[in-house]
């Protein structure tokens, strides 16, 4: 079993920034591949990024390539999610996910999740 516990949410204006952290622990660390997903009130489930067990590779959606960048220190269990020039969209809860087999965009494909983290974006 992992837990994961997702930090660093909050209320920011337009085109700020913030840094997003979760944490695993259990049987943890560098078996797994790790994701970030968001959802917003209404909305389905979306996948934000991914990173492999290692990370060396990384992939993110299209609606936030460019502006986010996800990494990891596996000596801290420790997965990153730098979100930048934020807008109002981007407004959702943001949970981390964690998986075994590879660092898919499908949220099926997860094993573990986070309880989340709400990040609001004002205009």
């Known amino acids: 079993q992992v837990q994961l516990a997702e930090s660093g949410g909050g209320l920011v204006q337009a085109w700020g920034s913030l840094r997003l952290s979760c944490v695993a622990s259990?049987?943890?660390?560098?078996?797994?591949?790790m994701a970030w997903f968001r959802q917003a009130p209404g909305k389905d489930r979306e996948f934000v990024g991914a990173i492999s067990r290692s990370g060396v590779n990384t992939q993110y959606a299209a609606s936030v390539k460019g502006r986010v960048t996800i990494s990891r220190d596996n000596a801290k269990n420790t997965v990153y999610l730098q979100l930048n020039s934020l807008k109002p969209e981007d407004t959702a809860v943001y949970y981390c996910?964690?998986?075994?087999?590879?660092?898919?965009?499908?949220?099926?494909?997860?094993?573990?999740w986070g309880q989340g983290t709400q990040v609001t974006v004002s205009s």
């Open positions: 259990g049987r943890t660390g560098t078996s797994y591949h």
């Open positions: 996910a964690a998986g075994s087999s590879y660092y898919y965009t499908e949220g099926r494909r997860y094993d573990y």
